[in-house]
């Protein structure tokens, strides 16, 4: 039966977001997110564009809202150090499991992690150079969306960049997804979340238009490949 894809499937739950998820399942998927993630996700350009020349200039600030296992934090600081640089990164979610996860995995990388709402960072008055999420908008409903992009930006130092990353709802997503994962499903897959979930995350997700009729002034939607967006923010320099 097709997949109805036109417009976002809201009710569907994604199978790692029920609190009784099976943690050794849980466990799997997020230790075989970083190998999905380097795929689908392609986080280099973000690192090589808005990372790398930032932390040239000093040490910066790092926060990673909904950071799930933390692949994408340990990807930067490791690139980071691959080039000689050094930043601060702290892994924020508020799952207790997967900082607990991450936490245990963070093989000597020295990631700050957290498990807390991007809210209470705000309240304690933390600012960053670059804010930053992946595969977290399409979680979130109507209040939760408005109250990350509010926090995203009163976390954000003068100068600094708030960068959401996404998927970009569509039928080649889908069907590129469900191809190359089918043949992993029994091997690499096998006993995680990451299939079921990772069809279920593209039917709740926003097309371009989509995302843009959403976001607030000043914000920008850049399309990407393959099937990506970010919804992006810069903060004033000090003195402008």
């Known amino acids: 039966m097709s ?3 036109r417009v976002r499937a809201t009710h569907v739950r994604e199978l790692m977001d029920d609190p009784q998820a099976d943690e050794e399942m849980l466990g799997r998927t997020y230790q075989r997110f970083g190998a999905v993630n380097a795929v689908v ?3 280099g350009r973000l690192y090589r564009q808005d990372i790398r020349p930032r932390a040239a200039a000093r040490r910066i600030r790092i926060l990673d809202i909904g950071a799930g296992g933390g692949d994408l934090c340990r990807l930067l600081v490791r690139r980071l150090r691959r080039d000689g640089l050094e930043a601060d990164v702290t892994a924020l979610d508020a799952d207790e499991r997967a900082i607990r996860w991450a936490s245990a995995h963070d093989v000597g990388l020295g990631i700050r992690y957290r498990c807390a709402l991007s809210s209470q960072l705000v309240e304690e008055g933390d600012r960053y150079d670059v804010v930053l999420s992946n595969h977290v908008l399409h979680h979130l409903d ?3 969306f408005d109250a990350v992009l509010r926090d995203s930006q009163a976390l954000t130092a003068p100068g600094g960049l708030v960068s959401h990353h996404d998927i970009a709802r569509g039928r080649l997503a889908y069907t590129a997804f469900a191809g190359a994962t089918w ?3 029994r091997t690499l897959l096998a006993g995680s979340f990451i299939r079921v979930d990772g069809l279920r995350s593209i039917r709740r997700s926003y097309t371009a238009r989509e ?3 959403l ?3 000043g914000w ?3 399309s990407r490949l393959p099937a990506r967006l970010e919804l992006r923010w810069e903060a004033p320099r000090a003195g402008t």
């Open 41 to 43: 996700s392609r986080p």
């Open 220 to 222: 920008s939607v850049r």
């Open 215 to 217: 976001a607030p002034s």
């Open 142 to 144: 109507a209040g939760e």
């Open 183 to 185: 043949p992993l499903s």
């Open 211 to 213: 995302l843009a009729a």
């Open 3 to 5: 997949v109805d894809l």
